[in-house]
């Protein structure tokens, strides 16, 4: 079995930043694309930054300019920086692993981030 444990999240004020991070451990080969989900209360999972194992990011609309993910495969870590946080960034945070030559796919347990208003 393949674990993701997420850290980092917390509660800051607007403008100020945060760094996510999220360990897998486990029954791991190989780690392929990562990345970094968050769901508010209402409305449903959605996709804030994904970053394959060779370094090609995708982010959401919403979070470029002010949101950084990255990499570290020799320790199948990933990392958000999230900077200028607002008050719609407040969600729980989930990250996401797809690992082995089959992909399947992990999710971690979700870290809280508040941002009021």
């Known amino acids: 079995q393949v674990q993701l444990v997420e850290s980092g999240g917390g509660l800051v004020q607007p403008g100020e930043s945060l760094r996510l991070s999220c360990a897998a451990s486990?029954?791991?080969?190989?780690?392929?694309?990562m990345g970094w989900y968050r769901q508010a209360p209402g409305k449903e999972r959605e996709s804030v930054a994904t970053i394959t194992r060779s370094g090609t990011t995708n982010y959401a609309d919403s979070v470029k300019g002010r949101f950084t993910i990255s990499r570290d495969n020799a320790k199948n870590t990933v990392y958000l920086q999230m900077n200028n946080l607002k008050a719609e960034d407040t969600a729980v945070y989930y990250c996401n692993a797809e690992v082995g030559t089959r992909s399947r796919t992990y999710w971690g347990q979700g870290t809280q981030v508040t941002v009021p208003s």
């Open positions: 486990g029954a791991i080969f190989r780690v392929n694309t």
